[in-house]
T-cell receptor
């Protein structure tokens, strides 16, 4: 069965400190992996995606994520948090099975403390 | 390109009313889909379409109908609204390889 798990529902960091948002997946197939960000009352914006090329993926706004197949993880990181990073982050997986489906994690709310 | 557009942005219905949420894309994407977003549950797939004239059910299809008469439009119909359908609805379209997906801005629906 395919699934995606975001390990933390809420993460708080101080401005200027590193951000780590964790995501694990389970799948029998080779996945494509995405991170989306949603600011309050806004739609979903793609941060970055992994589609079987380089395992370290750089996205917008200084975020990056590393695909680790052995750990079935795709954690999102940023070296230094900014106030504008406060939002909800979704880890999303799609599997190349031919079905038009994305599996969404339940989301991690990031709070940035001034 | 306008991307993926959704109307209305907000809607309040009474239980039992019907309505249609509109979704359109101008990127000539074959794949379109509808999701609902509920607190603590991420986004769940309602229905999807792999091309004009072809639709299929997702994870939570009950109470919703869709049709895909053109490539551009993928409306979602609520047949008889229920309070459990209070949610934020997102429409998405994607390229054939599913590797690039665009989301609309969402429709916030409240059913009283």
């Amino acid at each position: 069965a395919q699934s995606v798990t975001q390990l933390d529902s809420h993460v708080s960091v101080s401005e200027g400190t590193p951000v780590l948002l964790r995501c694990n997946y389970s799948s029998s197939y080779s996945p494509s992996l995405f991170w989306y960000v949603q600011h309050p009352n806004k739609g979903l914006q793609l941060l970055l995606k992994y589609t079987s090329a380089a395992t370290l993926v750089k996205g917008i706004n200084g975020f990056e994520a590393e695909f680790k197949k052995s750990e079935t993880s795709f954690h999102l990181t940023k070296p230094s948090a900014h106030m504008s990073d406060a939002a909800e982050y979704f880890c999303v997986v799609t599997f190349q099975t031919g079905a038009n489906n994305l599996f969404f994690g339940t989301g991690t709310r990031l709070t940035v403390i001034p | 390109n306008a991307g993926v557009t959704q109307t209305p942005k907000f809607q309040v219905l009474k239980t039992g009313q019907s309505m249609t949420l509109q979704c359109a894309q101008d990127m000539n994407h074959e794949y379109m889909s509808w999701y609902r977003q509920d607190p603590g549950m991420g986004l769940r797939l309602i229905h999807y379409s792999v091309g004009a004239g072809i639709t299929d059910q997702g994870e939570v299809p009950n109470g919703y109908n869709v049709s895909r008469s053109t490539t551009e439009d993928f409306p979602l119909r609520l047949l008889s609204a229920a309070p459990s359908q209070t949610s934020v609805y997102f429409c998405a379209s994607s390229t054939r390889d599913l590797k690039t997906r665009f989301f609309g801005p969402g429709t916030r629906l409240t059913v009283l």
